[in-house]
Antibody
Framework: EVQLLESGGGLVQPGGSLRLSCAASGFTFSSYAMSWVRQAPGKGLEWVSTVKPGSGSTHYADSVKGRFTLSRDNSKNMLYLQMDSLRAEDTAVYYC????????????WGQGTLVTVSS | QSALTQPASVSGSPGQSITISCTGTSSDVGGYNYVSWYQQHPDKVPKLMISDVSKRPSGVSNRFSGSKSGNTASLTISGLQAEDEADYYCASFTRSSTLVFGGGTKVTVL
């Protein structure tokens, strides 16, 4: 059974940093692209970033480029999202998702972790 | 990376069919057959309903179907049921190798 478990969310001040983690199990982690999708309170879904298998190349939404860094540790089946220079508009539930293709679709999602950026 | 355009709301009576549109550009929806649709009930995790424009994952009701014409993709729900009341989001691969979602459509079953 595929399982994705996010952790690391919480309250952080504007300008601060936070690292989200996603523990994956139930599939060959190293063979799949992995993504983060976020959802601000009462708002729609927004793709954040994807890391490819193999090369580990990354892609980012313009809204987070230069501030967020996505990485993966295939030996530990772990996905990490380092979030720096956080802004109020980064407040959202962050979902870890397994991509069935090069960047999506997302058949499996984690339960999400809430990040709140506020002073 | 402008969001794809979806109607804010669509409604229908039980048993009816409804269609949700998702309009993009030739750089996303129109340029690739990589359009997906997600259903999200309140406070729940999104669920994949359609991938690659018209493919239904195992376990998804055949009342849900997808199509595309030019820069507009569509999700049709036939035989509308109360449990279909939810938010629906389209998503498309883009020329920049990114993913863009639509703003979401709230489906109401009257």
């Amino acid at each position: 059974e595929v399982q994705l478990l996010e952790s690391g969310g919480g309250l952080v001040q504007p300008g601060g940093s936070l690292r989200l983690s996603c523990a994956a199990s139930g599939f060959t982690f190293s063979s799949y692209a992995m993504s983060w999708v976020r959802q601000a309170p009462g708002k729609g879904l927004e793709w954040v970033s994807t890391v490819k298998p193999g090369s580990g190349s990354t892609h980012y939404a313009d809204s987070v480029k230069g501030r967020f860094t996505l990485s993966r540790d295939n030996s530990k089946n772990m996905l990490y999202l380092q979030m720096d220079s956080l802004r109020a508009e980064d407040t959202a539930v962050y979902y870890c998702a397994k991509a069935e293709g090069s960047i999506d679709p997302f058949l499996y999602w984690g339960q999400g972790t809430l990040v709140t950026v506020s002073s | 990376q402008s969001a794809l355009t979806q109607p804010a709301s669509v409604s229908g009576s039980p048993g009816q069919s409804i269609t949700i549109s998702c309009t993009g550009t030739s750089s996303d929806v129109g340029g690739y057959n990589y359009v997906s649709w997600y259903q999200q009930h309140p406070d729940k995790v999104p669920k994949l309903m359609i991938s690659d424009v018209s493919k239904r994952p195992s376990g998804v009701s055949n009342r849900f179907s997808g199509s595309k014409s030019g820069n507009t993709a569509s999700l049709t729900i036939s035989g509308l049921q109360a449990e279909d009341e939810a938010d629906y989001y389209c998503a498309s691969f883009t020329r920049s190798s990114t993913l863009v979602f639509g703003g979401g459509t709230k489906v109401t079953v009257l």
